[in-house]
């Protein structure tokens, strides 16, 4: 009996030892994949730029707060989006360890789920201060007459379809005479051009911060203006999408394909913006895992039913097997094995079938009205000088 009781005794000190060492090894784990430094960092940089905004608050610098306060948050998702890809490589290795049914993988599971919703909310947090700062007001002539010579040449570069519209079609339907009406109110035109010069020295702001260097920002901004033209789109969801990709990308000739692509195909499905939006969120967060998973790949799919078999057509030929189903194919990416490459070249071959997409929309009646919608800020502004240059009483206002 006495050996008995010293056995037990022996049994539960090894099975409290056991679970000491596996602890043990889950933090060694934590700490060797990198995620305690970043979280470690997310911490100090939030404190960091939190008593910094607080700061200038207090010295009465208020647009220099709200560009430190965008700033903090892009260092914010930048850090969360690299915890997101470290807990999802994580949730992959216990996967392969222990199974998609085991209590650790659906642990990690629920702390991958936790990382993602802290990223939308910091993205959110973003668009919000964005928004606000484009309304802000701020002295409207500042720096617009050094500007003025750039307005003939970005004029000139608005597409020819655009020119076209305005130039046969717009008189057909009567719309010259609201332009003129808009047009002949100081008070339309000042609020117009406000509006986009706002949009334009807030891209630029938030551009400079992502890259780090004036000249890469002016870059960004330049691609985001030029596609906005090319596509007749809201600059608004243009801006989302090259923001969105360069986070993963770090790289601009790449993410103005992706971008590029993602308009042709909202256009080719008449998309509004915020589906088109909405699809690049969902493949920035497959890009940033870097596999195509099986939930991201039924989301994209619902979006753009073109997509699967384009999807299907291009790894036959990547994995050389004219044989390979849709239904392996779903094992596949639900094991991991596609990765986030291949779905981003077959989302740009997808862009290139499609080219023509856009343009034809452009001669409908709804097409129309989003060119007048979209190029008529950047139209309105160049309209503005031959007004700035009238010598009159009235240009006081301005």
């Keep these: 009996t006495k050996l008995t009781d010293e056995i037990n ?39 960091l730029s939190k008593s910094y905004v607080e700061r200038l608050e207090a010295e009465g610098k208020q647009d220099d707060a709200n560009k430190a306060r965008l700033s903090g948050l892009k260092q914010a998702y930048s850090n969360i989006e690299a915890q997101y890809k470290t ?84 008189v057909a339907n009567g719309i010259t005479n609201a332009i003129g009406q808009i047009t002949a109110s100081f008070g339309a035109l000042k609020d117009s051009v406000v509006q986009y010069d706002n949009k334009q020295r ?21 691609i985001g203006n030029e596609l906005a033209s090319a596509f007749n789109q809201n600059i608004n969801v243009v801006d989302e999408l090259n923001q969105s990709f360069y986070h993963v990308f770090d790289n601009a000739p790449r993410t103005k394909e992706l971008t590029k692509s993602i308009l042709t195909l909202g256009d080719t499905l008449n998309l509004s913006d915020e589906n088109v939006t909405r699809l690049g969120t969902n493949f920035t967060h497959m890009l940033s895992s870097g596999k195509m ?18 999807m299907l057509e291009f790894e036959k030929k990547q994995q050389h097997n004219s044989k390979l189903t849709m239904s392996t194919l779903r094992d596949q990416m639900s094991a991991g094995k596609i990765s986030a490459k291949d779905a981003e070249e077959v989302m740009n ?35 503005y000088k031959p007004i700035a240059n009238m010598k009159s009483p009235l240009m006081g206002q301005f």
């Design 9 to 47: 005794k022996a049994s539960r000190s090894y099975d409290s030892m056991g679970g000491q060492l596996d602890r043990a090894k889950n933090r060694l784990q934590y700490y060797n994949s990198g995620l305690a430094d970043l979280q470690k960092g997310y911490k100090q940089s939030t404190a």
């Design 349 to 383: 071959s997808l862009g290139g079938k499609y080219k023509d997409a856009s343009e034809n929309l452009m001669k409908t009646i709804p097409g129309m009205e989003r060119s007048i919608k979209t190029q008529m800020p950047a139209l309105l502004r160049a309209v």
């Design 87 to 170: 807990q999802s490589d994580e949730l992959d290795k216990i996967r392969k360890a222990s199974g998609d049914t085991s209590d650790a993988y659906k642990r990690q599971q629920v702390r991958v789920n936790e990382t993602a919703t802290a990223m939308a909310k910091a993205k959110t947090s973003q668009n919000e201060l964005l928004k606000s700062m484009e309304k802000e007001p701020h002295a409207f002539m500042h720096g617009v007459r050094s500007k003025l010579d750039s307005i003939d040449d970005k004029a000139k570069k608005t597409s020819h379809l655009f020119g076209t519209i305005l130039g046969a079609h717009l």
């Design 293 to 310: 998973q099986l939930g991201d790949f039924n989301m994209i799919n619902d979006q753009l039913p073109m997509y699967a078999g384009k």
């Design 202 to 222: 807030t891209m630029t702001a938030t551009w400079t911060t992502l890259t780090g260097s004036n000249g890469k920002g002016k870059q960004m901004v330049n």
